[in-house]
Antibody
Framework: EVQLVESGGGLVQPGGSLRLSCAAS????????MHWVRQAPGKGLVWVSR????????SYADSVKGRFTISRDNAKNTLYLQMNSLRAEDTAVYYC???????????WGQGTLVTVSS | QSALTQPASVSGSPGQSITISCTGT?????????VSWYQQHPGKAPKLMIY???KRPSGVSNRFSGSKSGNTASLTISGLQAEDEADYYC????????????FGTGTKVTVL
């Protein structure tokens, strides 16, 4: 059974940093592109970032480019999102998600809440 | 990249059919048959319901169906049931390396 479990969320002050993790199990992690998608409170889903299977290629939404860094450790079956220079508008539940076919997000974690506030 | 446009809310009585529209542009929905739909219950993670416009993952009820015409995709729920009450989001592949996916604004489905 595919499982994605996020951790690392919490309350952080504006300008601060946080690193999210997503532990994967139940599939060959190193074979799949992985993504982060976020959802601000009461709002819709927004794609944030993706990384290819071996970690050599990454992409970011303009809103986080230069501040967030996606990475992965295939030996540990773990996806990361390093978030720096956090802003109030980064407040959201962050989901890790896996695309297995046809550019659709087949599996999602339960999400981890990041709150940026003083 | 702007979000795809969905109606804020749609409602129906048990047993009825409802349709949710998802309007994009010629750069996303209109260019690719890579529209997916997600169901999200309160406090839960999204769940894939439809991929490639009209295909259902294993385990998803055949009461859910998808279609596309031009820049607009649609999700139809037939035989509406109480457990279908949730938020629904469409998503389209957009091809750009800097913004490859665009989600819809979301639709709240209410079962009356």
């Amino acid at each position: 059974e595919v499982q994605l479990v996020e951790s690392g969320g919490g309350l952080v002050q504006p300008g601060g940093s946080l690193r999210l993790s997503c532990a994967a199990s139940g599939f060959t992690f190193s074979s799949y592109w992985m993504h982060w998608v976020r959802q601000a409170p009461g709002k819709g889903l927004v794609w944030v970032s993706r990384i290819n299977s071996d970690g050599s290629s990454t992409s970011y939404a303009d809103s986080v480019k230069g501040r967030f860094t996606i990475s992965r450790d295939n030996a540990k079956n773990t996806l990361y999102l390093q978030m720096n220079s956090l802003r109030a508008e980064d407040t959201a539940v962050y989901y890790c998600a896996m695309v297995t076919r046809s550019e659709s997000f087949d599996y999602w974690g339960q999400g981890t809440l990041v709150t940026v506030s003083s | 990249q702007s979000a795809l446009t969905q109606p804020a809310s749609v409602s129906g009585s048990p047993g009825q059919s409802i349709t949710i529209s998802c309007t994009g542009t010629s750069s996303d929905v209109g260019s690719y048959n890579l529209v997916s739909w997600y169901q999200q219950h309160p406090g839960k993670a999204p769940k894939l319901m439809i991929y490639e416009v009209s295909k259902r993952p294993s385990g998803v009820s055949n009461r859910f169906s998808g279609s596309k015409s031009g820049n607009t995709a649609s999700l139809t729920i037939s035989g509406l049931q109480a457990e279908d009450e949730a938020d629904y989001y469409c998503c389209s592949y957009a091809g750009s390396s800097t913004f490859p996916y665009v989600f819809g604004t979301g639709t709240k489905v209410t079962v009356l």
